[in-house]
Nanobody
Framework: EVHLVESGGGLVQAGGSLRLSCVAS????????IGWFRQAPGKAREAVSC????????YYAESVKGRFTISADNAKNTLYLQMDSLTPEDTAVYYC?????????????????WGKGTQVTVSS
């Protein structure tokens, strides 16, 4: 059974940094598309950064390029999202996600597995 547990969210001032972690169990990273999505109040859930462990293919939303970095520790089955230069527009619940298969998945409507989310709040 697939489980995803996020941690690392919190309150930070604009310009600050946070690192999110997602401990995964029940599957191997190499067999899945894994990533981070977020949902702000009143907005649709959107892909932030997604990753294919088997070939290194990486996606970043335009709004986070150059500020966020996704990484994975396959030995620990842990996915990370380093978030730098945070702005109030980054405030959202951040979700870890996993979708079986070898194609990069950035559409939230097709993702099968979700964590419960971790709140990130950036104050101005």
């Amino acid at each position: 059974e697939v489980h995803l547990v996020e941690s690392g969210g919190g309150l930070v001032q604009a310009g600050g940094s946070l690192r999110l972690s997602c401990v995964a169990s029940g599957f191997k990273f190499d067999d899945y598309s894994i990533g981070w999505f977020r949902q702000a109040p009143g907005k649709a859930r959107e892909a932030v950064s997604c990753f294919l462990s088997h070939d290194g293919t990486t996606y970043y939303a335009e709004s986070v390029k150059g500020r966020f970095t996704i990484s994975a520790d396959n030995a620990k089955n842990t996915l990370y999202l380093q978030m730098d230069s945070l702005t109030p527009e980054d405030t959202a619940v951040y979700y870890c996600a996993a979708e079986p298969g070898l194609a990069l998945t950035t559409a939230p409507e097709v993702v099968d597995y979700w964590g419960k989310g971790t709140q990130v709040t950036v104050s101005s």
